[in-house]
């Protein structure tokens, strides 16, 4: 272990800077190596991340009560009773989070905190270098498995146009990486640019397409970035985020335009609040739709998943000063709100768990299986996800932007799909049957606003253990009926 770090930091920090921390950094490894603990669970080395894996993204102070209960205990509340098997991980936004109090959340969930690389501070200092990674491993130390390095300060520009960290900051953020995987080789790295270590890189851009996209009804810049996306390493995927914590950048005015910032939710920003609650919340949810398809791993902000509308005006700040910690929910009252059938704050939160049920139970969403973005209608975001050698199995994710219903014709062979007994829609569960057109194309009707993941082929042994998640009574469908279908 030393040899190696030695060598790293030879490498990547100027002589004097590189020979202190070669010296003082087993030392301060060496202070928590007893007490970083590895997770029951098996991991890929490579990318210790699957389909199972969404981060569910809140502040430390989210939640307030009467009871003056402490705000990560409501928080550890919501997530064991209300989120159960459907979200995994939790990004405490927070600086200076407690972890005392966070340390009930790192028993049964993913903990994600942030390490902030202050601009202010000389990181030619070996005691500023050594004093982010001590608080780095202090996290490892205490649970937390996910570190969010955020640089604090604009990429610089190469002649090329393309932007990257300084090296400064690269050196630092590698480091960062060589000490985690040596202490805790299923933590994983999470940063804002590309770079040699990082394993999830966040897609913030993604958050004023997408909206973009719904207000125009069209996916056509969405699809775009998509596919302009840059490779990324084995070791390494997306961070998909719509909304960190419920902001968003912008949201449409009452003549339809998209004025500046706003506060706080996408919601608000997407759907028009004359509409009805399930057609505002099924707007909503195919937004969020075609994030959670994309190949990587979700963040979703808590606004966003229990259906936040925007406030009149900023609501008073409880448990701290300023900021977004204003944005605090009465704890009780949100329950009721969520348990309450019909509210919107229930049908998004419901539709919301019902497609994070789905998406991870299916293999075919794990972040690295590939994704191909199809053109199929202007209106429509549709991607594939599938492997190279996918013998007719495949992922189609079918999400139509506009208030119109849409005709699709695609070629199934062309797409490498086995379609013969029909595509299961693991949403709902049902059987489809996409309708023979010439030239060995089918047809499909995809209705206003409508989300469809269609997985081919279908297996009855394996869906059926898929029942719980539908609504339909007939569920699961018998082999003879399929035979019906198919004659």
Not at 155 to 163: A, H, L, N, Y
Not at 254 to 259: R, S
Not at 312 to 331: I, N, Q, R
Request: proline letters at 7%; charged letters at 25%.
């Amino acid at each position: 272990m030393k040899e190696r770090l030695d060598a790293l930091v030879r490498e990547l920090f100027p002589p004097d800077l590189g020979r202190a921390l070669a010296v003082r950094l087993p030392e301060v490894m060496n202070r928590y190596r007893d007490t970083v603990r590895a997770p029951e669970e098996e991991y890929d080395p490579q990318l210790p991340l699957d389909e199972t894996d969404t981060f569910l993204i809140v502040h430390e102070h989210q939640f307030f009560d009467a009871d003056s209960t402490k705000p990560a205990a409501h928080l550890h509340e919501f997530l064991t009773t209300h989120l159960e098997g459907v979200v995994k991980g939790v990004h405490v936004l927070s600086e200076g989070a407690s972890l005392e109090d966070l340390q009930g959340l790192t028993r049964e969930h993913r903990l994600m905190l942030d390490v902030v690389m202050d601009q202010e501070q000389d990181y030619s200092n070996p005691e500023v270098v050594l004093s982010l990674l001590e608080k780095l491993v202090g996290y490892l130390a205490n649970g937390v498995s996910v570190v969010r390095l955020i640089s604090g300060a604009r990429p610089v520009s190469t002649t090329d146009g393309e932007d990257q960290l300084s090296a400064e900051v690269k050196a630092v953020s590698q480091l960062s990486r060589a000490v985690m995987t040596e202490l805790a080789p299923w933590s994983v790295l999470v940063s804002d640019v590309v770079h040699d270590g990082a394993n999830m890189v966040s897609q913030y851009a993604l958050a004023p397409l997408v909206l973009d996209a719904m207000l125009q009804a069209n996916a056509e810049q969405l699809r775009c970035w998509a596919r302009a996306l840059p490779e990324l390493p084995q070791t390494a995927t997306s961070f998909n985020v719509l909304a960190s914590g419920g902001v968003v950048s912008r949201m449409r005015n009452p003549g339809g335009g998209l004025p500046g910032e706003a506060h706080p939710d996408f919601l608000s920003a997407v759907t028009d609040p004359a509409l009805p609650v399930q057609q505002r919340a099924r707007v909503f949810l195919c937004a969020q739709a075609i994030m959670l398809s994309l190949a990587g791993v979700p963040g979703v902000g808590l606004h966003s998943l229990i259906g936040s509308e925007s406030p009149k005006k900023v609501p008073e700040a409880h448990g701290a000063s300023g900021g977004v910690k204003a944005w605090s929910l009465e704890f009780s009252k949100l329950v009721e709100e969520l348990e309450t059938p019909g509210t919107l704050r229930n049908v998004v939160f419901e539709g919301y768990k019902a497609l994070l049920r789905a998406r991870s139970l299916e293999p075919l969403f794990h972040p690295k299986v590939p994704q191909r973005v199809l053109d199929l209608n202007p209106a429509v975001f549709a991607l594939l996800r599938s492997t190279s050698q996918n013998n007719g199995e495949g992922m189609l994710c079918i999400h139509n932007l506009s208030l119109d219903p849409v005709e699709l014709l695609f070629s199934p062979a062309e797409f490498g799909l086995d379609i013969e007994v029909g595509m299961r829609e693991i949403i709902g569960g049902d059987i489809v049957f996409p309708s023979d057109e010439p030239g060995g194309l089918v047809s499909l009707e995809v209705d206003s606003y409508e989300v469809l993941w269609l997985r081919t082929p279908v297996h009855l042994d394996t869906d059926e253990n898929r029942s719980f998640l539908f609504e339909d009574e007939d569920f699961p469908v018998e082999a003879a009926e399929l035979e019906d279908k198919e004659d």
